[in-house]
């Protein structure tokens, strides 16, 4: 089979296309043949081996894919520890999920790992209640642009969206978005920041930010908490040093900081369950509408990451093993 093989790590430039022999299922595990495959901001990471979890050498990157079982089979979406940037990977049929006939592979996967974290962040996480304020940062990205629908459907008071261009922040208002913040106000001063999010909330304190970036941002995002709110932290893109945390500060505003990492729902796959049984189908009835980002072929795999790192795309990018 075709695949991308990392035996370095670095940037995009360390993914190579090679041929390899097709994987073997272990135990409980099955072959699926792969029409599509999806990538996430944390596979930039992967290449780099700073992520959450330690990687090992040689590694085929991608926890994504939409395929059929080897052998035939209905299509499905779903989710792998790696090996995804193939035209077959070899993963747990619990999972994955069927994917309804009026669904598209690029739908299916941005709901399966990034509308997953989206409702789990929303619902579990943060645990919204009808009438709060919802910043979401990066909020044309694959989470952001559906945690901004899905914040809306459950019944937010005010969803502000931050993304880094006019072409962006048009995008998250066009989902439901109340208002929208440039994130580049926090390079300078996070206070800046903190006033431009008070500002969109109508001059008062946010409830709950989902927050990816680190840094500057989410300092500035932190201080914009409104008492009981909760800032819920699932990525680290500005790849800064992580922030310590100060307790007594969080005591003395009663703010809560949260960290979530869809990885954990793994071994708990009822909770991937709950999310994928109704994202799919509101997908399927035009209720719930993922952002295409781009579809890439396998070989331009190095483009599709430099895009992303580089912050030209909005929603969800894919990869067509077959090319």
């Not at 901001?41 to 330690?54: I, K, N, R, V």
């Not at 669904?103 to 919204?128: N, P």
């Not at 559906?146 to 066009?174: H, M, N």
């Not at 922030?243 to 009822?270: D, K, Q, Y």
Request: glycine share 12%; net charge negative; hydrophobic share 40%.
């Amino acid at each position: 089979m075709r695949a991308v093989q990392i035996t370095r790590f670095g940037g995009p430039e360390v993914m190579d296309v090679v041929d390899l022999p097709d994987p073997v299922p272990a135990d409980g595990e099955q072959l699926f043949d792969v029409s599509s495959s999806g990538v996430n901001f944390a596979d930039t990471h992967q290449t780099e081996d700073s992520y959450l979890a330690p990687q090992q050498l040689p590694l085929i990157p991608g926890a994504e894919f939409v395929g059929t079982p080897s052998g035939g089979g209905p299509r499905v979406v779903g989710l792998l520890a790696g090996g995804g940037y193939a035209q077959q990977v070899a993963t747990n049929p619990r999972l994955t999920w069927p994917v309804p006939d009026a669904v598209t592979d690029e739908q299916a996967l941005a709901v399966v790992l990034q509308g997953a974290t989206a409702w789990h962040l929303l619902r579990t996480s943060a645990h919204l209640a009808e009438g709060e304020s919802v910043v979401v940062i990066a909020g044309a990205g694959g989470v952001g642009s559906l945690a901004v629908q899905l914040a809306k459907r459950w019944g937010a008071g005010r969803v502000i969206a931050t993304a880094s261009s006019p072409e962006k922040r048009e995008l998250a208002e066009s989902l439901g978005a109340d208002a929208t913040v440039d994130p580049a106000l926090a390079d300078d001063d996070p206070k800046t920041f903190t006033a431009a999010l008070r500002e969109a909330n109508g001059g008062k304190r946010v409830d709950v930010v989902l927050e990816m970036t680190g840094g500057h941002v989410l300092d500035g995002s932190l201080s914009a908490l409104a008492p009981f709110g909760r800032l819920v932290a699932y990525g680290m893109a500005g790849r800064e040093a992580p922030r310590p945390v100060n307790v007594p500060s969080l005591m003395g505003t009663s703010r809560a900081v949260i960290g979530f990492w869809l990885a954990h729902c793994f071994s708990r796959p009822e909770m991937l369950d709950q999310a994928m049984g109704e994202l799919l189908p509101l997908v399927a009835d035009g209720a719930l509408q993922p952002v295409s980002g781009g579809r890439y072929p396998l070989t331009a795999v190095r483009e599709a990451h430099q895009d992303l790192r580089a912050r030209r795309t909005s929603g969800k990018l894919t990869l067509d093993p077959t090319r």
